[in-house]
Nanobody, 126 residues
Framework: QVQLVESGGGLVQAGDSLRLSCVAS????????MGWFRQAPGKEREFVSA????????GYADSVKGRFTISRDNAKNIVYLQMNSLKPEDTAVYYC???????????????????WGQGTQVTVSS
């Protein structure tokens, strides 16, 4: 029902910034809670940030709080992740995810999401 395509990843130095974008296709984007997850080599996929359907509810992992900002533009079917003050430990493949819901909940577990993008690589050097 929805397809997601991430972009904006790249190779940067510690302290730099990146802005990830996730473009969604589908008629019911406004009905999806959206999230960002990341997966480093040899590790499980972990929660980064999430945003509710439309009421502005937002959640962040403690590791990125104060540095990352999630936002969405329902008119353009895009969710963003602004990443500032990047650290080497932020290096991972970043995935956009969508959860169909009629609530304004913020979901923080991967199992709660139905649709996933293919991911975009973020590499932060020292």
């Amino acid at each position: 029902q929805v397809q997601l395509v991430e972009s904006g990843g790249g190779l940067v130095q510690a302290g730099d910034s990146l802005r990830l974008s996730c473009v969604a296709s589908g008629r019911t984007f406004r009905s999806y809670a959206m999230g960002w997850f990341r997966q480093a080599p040899g590790k499980e996929r972990e929660f980064v940030s999430a945003i509710s359907r439309s009421d502005g509810s937002i959640g962040y992992a403690d590791s990125v709080k104060g540095r990352f900002t999630i936002s969405r533009d329902n008119a353009k079917n895009i969710v963003y992740l602004q990443m500032n003050s990047l650290k080497p430990e932020d290096t991972a493949v970043y995935y956009c995810a969508a959860a169909s819901t009629y609530t304004q909940w913020v979901f923080t577990k991967a199992i709660e999401y139905t649709y996933w993008g293919q991911g975009t690589q973020v590499t932060v050097s020292s």
